[in-house]
């Protein structure tokens, strides 16, 4: 009997260590926010490149997935940091470039939110 109780004991405070990874409910903001910020890069013109519209969104998404705790907050939070990077620069090649790394952090997000 001391052996089960043990072993529930720590099967339980493992849940609870576990529980940062574990998928969460979805969240329509979230998601909203992230198809914004996916339209605000995949239009961005590389000639002569804005990447306000789509900072502002980062910014807000990287936010509420803080605020959130959700798994991909340090995702986000990247993604948010590399948007600053970019509009610091007027490289034609380096814009493109940051556009595919961009759009690879929010398919990583979007595939983990798939479902929920």
């Known amino acids: 009997m001391k052996y089960l109780a043990a072993v ?31 339209i605000a890069i995949e239009q961005i013109n590389c000639e002569r490149a804005d990447w306000s519209v789509a900072q502002a969104e980062a910014h807000k998404l990287a936010r509420y997935t803080e605020w959130r705790g959700d798994p991909q907050r340090e995702n986000i939070k990247g993604l948010a940091a590399h948007t600053d990077r970019m509009s610091k620069s007027t490289n034609k090649m380096f814009c493109e ?19 929920r």
């Open 8 to 38: 529930a004991l720590v099967a339980l405070s493992g849940c609870s260590t576990i529980k940062e990874y574990w998928p969460r409910a979805h969240d329509p903001v979230m998601l909203d926010s992230l198809v914004r910020v996916d």
């Open 97 to 115: 470039l940051g556009k595919k790394t961009a759009t690879q952090r929010i398919e990583a997000a979007k595939s983990a939110w798939e479902g």
